[in-house]
């Protein structure tokens, strides 16, 4: 808790101090206007203003875990010293997950000390030497000054990134939301095809899907986009390589980007989205033109409420003059300094700043890092890329680890066919570990049975790959299964989980919005995960109706066809402007499986 609370001091104290300091720069201050102060009140103006471009005394104190690890220096180690260094630095890439960050000049204690320049010079030599050894490579993030009485002292912060081997190359799922016309598909072209756009949507005509999407330059489907980062945080992407296979092979680190729609009438296909693809982060990106208009509040509000860290990316900067893009930034920070939010904005305007959010983005969620930039003329587009080169995982090595060990559990989000290849299905491994040759079973069909089949090959962005790793997207090549038994939603799991399926659950829900009153009979489209069907509201148990705002526990049924649900999930159901969340409480016993057949029954005597 107090590593928190420090945590978010800092936050505050280094905002403020970027403010200080462009102020400074921009010479705001007109003392000429001003009446004039006293010795005193100058005299402490002074005090205080030196005090406010000091860089914070203290960091938090260094965690056992995670992959921060703080050394006040490594000048000249003895070997026994120096391969306890690399133990340990093999250790935090491991927590890392292939990432690990050093600050150098740092007691435990998190004490900034700072180094002369002859020792930073020694420490960094050393850390390079070490992560030469376990097969790594460091970037130098940023150094900061302190001014001490005796001599000038610096602070190092070092990106430390192993190489990848065997293909096992760091990867994060970023879902891309936004109004129509906000610029979204263009941006995401620009990062990915390293040219920029010449200001009439260029730039995203390689990753629409459909005609109809290039006639409008309105995406209507969910698309997807790979960004890469090597050893060294150099950006890898189509501009450099000619195929996803060679930026997967020369990458350590994906950026896959989920494109989402931004119109109101496909709102179902960016819900399924979110809760489908399980990403990692969301990019609301907002036009400086436009401000926040359309469905920007509802895809925020989404992403809130399925605890999905979001971050903002305000576009178009060059069709606006100043005044116009700060006039959006401050709408923003209205909006997320509002209650129902509750975030800390913190704008992004020099390189500095971009490692600050990105460091602290990942470690509080009520940090919102804001962007202005520009796809047409690349103006701060570079401080975006900085960001999600250093953009840390959320789970730790020991998290999947966990995940790893439990059964083989795999959602089903897409099904294709695949001339020369057969039945083809993409979608995300949920738990456990998926390898070629694998026998799973796959359902629930219509009339509740898992059907066997069996894993011949498999890719992960576009490229072969031979194990497939809890969280992990991928498509799994099926052979000769018949894709008429299969539809989106479904989960293809070990035969030793004996998969239980049902048509009732009930599940603890806030009604979010909803014009009148909601009671029993209600027909809503209910999401969870990769699940999408319309249920009917059974009942509301212990109340008779609800109100917006108010929590109750509902029983749910299905419609059409049972589904698989694992208790805890999160879930989200909507019609029209009523919408809710929840997540599943409860399965009801498999004897109801047949309800809906004797309902219709009874409906048709």
Request: aromatic share 6%; proline share 4%.
């Amino acid at each position: 808790m107090d590593a928190q609370v420090a945590n978010h001091c800092s936050i505050k104290s280094a905002a403020k101090t970027s403010i200080t300091q462009d102020a400074a720069e921009c010479g705001i201050a007109n003392t000429a206007k001003k009446k004039p102060r006293s010795r005193r009140g100058r005299r402490g103006k002074r005090r205080r203003g030196k005090k406010a471009n000091e860089p914070p005394p203290f960091l938090p104190p260094e965690a056992e875990e995670g992959n921060i690890e703080y050394k006040l220096k490594l000048v000249n180690p003895t070997q026994y010293r120096f391969e306890h260094l690399a133990t340990q630095l093999k250790w935090r890439l491991q927590e890392g997950r292939g990432e690990a960050v050093y600050q150098i000049g740092v007691e435990d204690n998190g004490l900034l000390v700072g180094l002369i320049e002859e020792d930073m010079k020694a420490s960094l030599k050393t850390l390079r030497r070490m992560a030469e050894k376990v097969g790594a490579d460091i970037t130098l993030l940023r150094e900061r000054e302190m001014d001490c009485d005796r001599a000038r002292r610096k602070i190092a912060e070092v990106l430390v990134r192993k190489v990848p081997d065997d293909q096992q190359f760091l990867d994060l799922r970023v879902a891309v939301l936004g109004n129509v016309d906000s610029g979204k598909s263009t941006l995401l072209g620009v990062l990915t095809q390293g040219e920029l756009d010449n200001g009439r949507g260029r730039a995203r005509l390689n990753l629409f899907r459909h005609l109809h999407e290039i006639q409008t330059g309105r995406t209507s489907s969910i698309s997807f986009e790979i960004l890469g980062f090597n050893s060294k945080g150099e950006v890898v992407n189509y501009s450099d390589s000619r195929t996803a296979e060679e930026i997967c092979e020369s990458s350590s680190k994906m950026i896959t980007f989920i494109d989402l729609a931004g119109h109101y009438k496909y709102l179902k296909t960016t819900i399924f989205g979110l809760t489908s693809y399980c990403p990692d982060f969301a990019m609301l990106v907002v036009g400086a033109n436009t401000g926040i208009a359309g469905t920007t509040r509802e895809h925020l509000g989404l992403a809130m409420a399925l605890k999905v860290p979001i971050f903002i990316v305000v576009s178009k900067v060059d069709l606006c003059g100043k005044s116009t893009v700060e006039k959006t930034v401050r709408q923003l920070e209205r909006v997320l300094k509002q209650p129902g939010c509750n975030k800390v904005p913190m704008v992004v305007s020099n390189p500095d700043d971009a490692v600050t959010a990105a460091q602290q983005f990942a470690q509080s969620s009520s940090v919102t890092p804001i962007f202005t930039l520009s796809s047409v003329s690349g103006e701060s587009l570079d401080l975006l890329k900085v960001f999600f080169n250093i953009l840390p995982p959320l789970s730790n090595s020991k998290e999947q680890e966990e995940l790893m060990q439990q059964l083989t559990e795999f959602q089903v989000d897409e099904i294709y066919s695949v001339p020369d290849v057969g039945t083809v299905v993409g979608g995300t491994l949920y738990s456990g570990v998926c390898r070629e040759g694998d026998r799973l079973v796959v359902g629930p069909t219509d009339d509740g049975r898992f059907l066997r089949l069996k894993v011949c090959s498999i890719h992960r962005n576009r490229s072969g790959c031979r194990v497939l790793r809890a969280g992990q997207a991928a498509t799994l090549a099926l052979g000769n299964f018949d894709r008429s038994l299969l539809r989106k939603g479904m989960v293809m799991v070990s035969p030793k989980m004996n998969p239980t399926i049902c048509w009732q659950f009930e599940a603890a829900i806030v009604l979010l919005f909803h014009a009148k009153t909601f009671r029993s009979g209600f027909q809503v489209t209910v999401h969870v995960g990769n699940v999408r069907q319309t249920a009917t509201v059974e009942c509301l148990l212990g109340k008779e109706e609800l109100r917006t705002g108010e929590r109750a526990v509902v029983c749910f049924r299905f419609l059409k066809h049972p589904e698989y649900l694992r208790v805890g999930a999160k879930l989200l159901f909507r019609v029209g402007v009523t919408k809710g969340i929840g997540h599943v409480t409860h399965l009801l016993p498999s004897t109801q499986n047949h309800m809906p057949d004797q309902n219709r029954n009874q409906n048709h005597s």
